[in-house]
């Protein structure tokens, strides 16, 4: 009988350490460092994508720490200065800036993490799942569903999201004609966004 309790446990013991692989007590995670957010749009009839990111992105994590992704980022945020665009190229960003962010009513674009869904936990295997992302740009909110991988610390997303669904057909048609020769006349409304952030894990067994 004592070796039935014994047994019962260490099953309960095992149980609780829960999909972020803890062991031998609590798992703390944090948010470490800076969060990067990127983007990539598509031009010509071929859809050739380019790509950037935005120099200037303000986090505000919704807790400095927590037990599990959920605690530490949904509700977390980001403010990002749409005239930091950084695609590597400075003639582009002036373009990007004046036909078409300039088109926008606001200057800024936000974004807040409002849920969170894993998938099935594989060993050996990235953890992934989806996480539903409020985006706020030209004055118009929308959810945008991004798939998440978190492997080793590096935690990475990506979406997609169509300009028309946030009544930016004016930037749209203000940036294809300014670069209607280099774009060969067509420029894409659906855009790919991402980001990538690091998180700190303290007293886990990550492995």
Same mark, same amino acid.
């Given at each position: 009988?004592?070796?039935?309790?014994?047994?019962?446990?260490?099953?309960?013991?095992?149980?609780?350490?829960?999909?972020?692989?803890?062991?031998?007590?609590?798992?703390?995670?944090?948010?470490?460092?800076?969060?990067?957010?990127?983007?990539?749009?598509?031009?010509?009839?071929?859809?050739?994508?380019?790509?950037?990111?935005?120099?200037?992105?303000?986090?505000?994590?919704?807790?400095?720490?927590?037990?599990?992704?959920?605690?530490?980022?949904?509700?977390?945020?980001?403010?990002?200065?749409?005239?930091?665009?950084?695609?590597?190229?400075?003639?582009?960003?002036?373009?990007?800036?004046?036909?078409?962010?300039?088109?926008?009513? *606001? $200057? =800024?674009?936000?974004? /807040?993490?409002?849920?969170? @869904?894993? %998938?099935?936990?594989?060993? !050996?295997?990235?953890?992934?799942?989806?996480?539903?992302?409020?985006?706020?740009?030209?004055?118009? *909110? $929308? =959810?945008?569903?991004? /798939?998440?991988?978190?492997? @080793?610390? %590096?935690?990475?997303?990506? !979406?997609?999201?169509?300009?028309?669904?946030?009544?930016?057909?004016?930037?749209?048609?203000?940036?294809?004609?300014?670069?209607?020769?280099?774009?060969?006349?067509?420029?894409?409304?659906?855009?790919?966004? !991402?980001?990538?952030?690091?998180?700190?894990?303290?007293?886990?067994?990550?492995?």
């Amino acid at each position: 009988m004592i070796k039935f309790f014994i047994a019962l446990f260490l099953l309960a013991t095992i149980s609780s350490a829960g999909e972020m692989g803890k062991k031998g007590g609590s798992c703390i995670l944090s948010q470490d460092g800076d969060v990067s957010v990127s983007w990539k749009a598509y031009k010509t009839p071929a859809k050739a994508g380019v790509g950037g990111m935005f120099d200037s992105v303000k986090y505000t994590a919704v807790a400095p720490k927590g037990n599990n992704f959920r605690e530490i980022l949904v509700g977390s945020s980001v403010v990002i200065d749409t005239s930091s665009v950084n695609s590597k190229n400075s003639g582009r960003d002036v373009k990007l800036v004046k036909f078409f962010f300039e088109k926008m009513s *606001t $200057k =800024n674009i936000t974004a /807040k993490i409002v849920d969170i @869904k894993s %998938d099935k936990r594989m060993h !050996g295997k990235p953890k992934t799942g989806v996480m539903s992302v409020s985006v706020t740009m030209n004055g118009v *909110t $929308k =959810n945008v569903p991004m /798939k998440y991988s978190f492997n @080793k610390g %590096d935690l990475s997303a990506t !979406g997609n999201i169509d300009l028309i669904d946030f009544s930016a057909s004016k930037a749209l048609s203000s940036i294809n004609e300014a670069c209607f020769d280099l774009h060969q006349g067509k420029t894409w409304s659906d855009v790919t966004i !991402g980001f990538k952030t690091n998180i700190k894990f303290e007293l886990c067994n990550t492995i």
